[in-house]
């Protein structure tokens, strides 16, 4: 089992910054550095998107066309946490962020939902116009 936890959203204005941060713990987190990770947002009304990924190395991202060039994610396997730094934020970018875990090793970054299996509870970012 693995549990993740959100941390770093808030109100911003737009053109601001943000980082989130996703902490792992559990007895699976302890193998933490194998999975790839992932960060993903549902807007209200709105399904949950894919944001971005990073392969269990780092040696491998994957960003929505969405936030390329705005966020950059990265991990740190030592503290098992993985980080989304957003950047020129913009009203369009309010939403609650999740972070998750793949489980399945040996795989392409993914950007579907159902490919990713343990998930943090959210943290709510708000852009002002």
């Known amino acids: 089992q693995v549990q993740l936890v959100e941390s770093g959203g808030g109100l911003v204005q737009a053109g601001g910054s943000l980082r989130l941060s996703c902490a792992a713990s559990g007895r699976t987190a302890n193998t933490f550095s194998i999975y790839a990770m992932g960060w993903f947002r549902q807007a209200p009304g709105k399904e949950r998107e894919f944001v971005a990924a990073i392969s269990w190395n780092g040696g491998s991202t994957l960003y929505a066309d969405s936030v390329k060039g705005r966020f950059t994610i990265s991990r740190d396997n030592a503290k098992r946490t993985v980080y989304l730094q957003m950047n020129s934020l913009k009203p369009e970018d309010t939403a609650v962020y999740y972070c998750?875990?793949?489980?399945?090793?040996?795989?392409?970054?993914?950007?579907?939902?159902?490919?990713?299996?343990?998930w943090g509870q959210g943290t709510q970012v708000t852009v002002s116009s």
């Open positions: 998750a875990l793949d489980y399945r090793l040996g795989r392409s970054l993914s950007t579907q939902l159902g490919e990713y299996d343990y």
